[in-house]
């Protein structure tokens, strides 16, 4: 990655939700080559003890902003090359109970993260896109010119997100690439809330003894994708000289499915290792949620093909390596 990353050198990324999970990590990535970083953030998700050991680097600015404000998302852009747009309020089931307040964040902020982008010169605007937008397409694996119907609030707004960033590469020549990441995981994504993706919160569950409990009878499956595999297929999407990568959307997954229940399964087992009383707890069970899909596997083709992405961690050495920073920082 050092060769690629060299041709970032002298210039300026922004980060939006920069304190977030998947954003400290792309923050901590560029600054470790030396990059010059904007994080902007409102600290509704984000956390500051995410970046608080960024705040001494001389390459790195935090601007305290929120992206449903135009003038916040104008400053932030002023003197930027290029973008990873990861600020985004997640979670189904929070858009279900809050519609309205995810649509402001997703669908409005993102518009005037385009237009600040748009309207600073920007190079290159990367952003967070979701697996979410395959909604009721049953088929397997997801391939990206094929979705179905959205099953939620969330999931309208991530396709909407698609929507507005091709119109503004047609209508005002923006560069854009969208990553519809497939449930990421990795160090620094939050355990705690009533919204906590299920690996951390089984994790912290198993660490305190307590009884995780899986939605419906665990044969559900995901495509569980380690967070350093985001960050390679990001940092490929910034650097690509590929016209033909550009202006559209890709997979970012393992190419690999995994039920609920083999996950707390391999999750109980690599914590034993650490404390042998967690072989002990008991697996439980409850209803399925309202709009979560039974099954997602991604074709990763396109993204191998154009982005050179070429994913390091299986689920198995991700979660290995999960599990180690959580028994380590959440103890």
């Known amino acids: 990655m050092t060769a690629q990353l060299k041709k970032l050198e002298g210039k300026q990324v922004l980060v939006t939700g920069g304190a977030g999970f998947i954003g400290s990590n792309l923050c901590e990535t560029l600054l470790g080559y030396n990059i010059k970083v904007v994080c902007l953030d409102n600290f509704a998700t984000g956390k500051r003890e995410n970046v608080a050991p960024f705040l001494k680097n001389s390459n790195f600015k935090l601007i305290e902003g929120d992206i449903r404000r135009l003038e916040d998302c104008h400053t932030a ?21 809050d519609p309205i307040t995810t649509n402001a964040v997703n669908v409005s902020g993102f518009l005037n993260m385009l237009v600040a982008a748009r309207d600073a010169g920007v190079k290159r605007f990367v952003y967070a896109a979701s697996s979410s937008t395959y909604g009721d397409h049953e088929a397997l694996p997801k391939v990206e010119d094929t979705i179905g119907n959205p099953l939620s609030p969330y999931a309208i707004t991530k396709y909407v997100n698609e929507l507005y960033a091709d119109i503004f590469k047609k209508t005002y020549n923006l560069d854009t690439i969208g990553l519809r990441y497939f449930n990421v995981f990795g160090k620094r994504q939050d355990p705690s809330g ?21 939605n419906g009878d665990g044969s559900y499956s995901r495509d569980f994708t380690y967070i350093d595999n985001v960050i390679q297929i990001n940092m490929n999407a910034l650097t690509t000289n590929n016209v033909n990568a550009l202006n559209t959307v890709y997979n970012v ?79």
């Not at 009533?194 to 899986?214: D, G, L």
């Not at 229940?261 to 002990?280: G, P, S």
Request: with cysteine; proline share 4%; glycine share 4%.
């Open 77 to 97: 852009c002023h003197g930027v090359d290029f973008i990873l747009h990861q600020a985004a309020l997640g979670s189904v089931p929070r858009s279900i109970k």
């Open 253 to 331: 997954a393992c190419g690999e499915r995994t039920t609920l229940i083999e996950l707390a399964t391999m999750l109980k087992t690599y914590l034993a290792q650490f404390d042998d009383a967690i072989n002990h707890i008991e697996i439980k069970h409850t209803e399925n949620r309202i709009g979560d899909i039974p099954h997602s596997l991604a074709s990763i083709d396109k993204a191998k093909t154009l982005l050179n992405y070429n994913p390091k961690y299986n689920v198995s050495a991700g979660l290995k390596e999960a599990v180690q920073w959580y028994w380590e920082n959440l103890k």
């Open 194 to 214: 009533a919204y906590a993706a299920v690996i951390p919160k089984f994790v912290q569950q198993f660490i305190r003894h307590e009884s995780p409990v899986i």
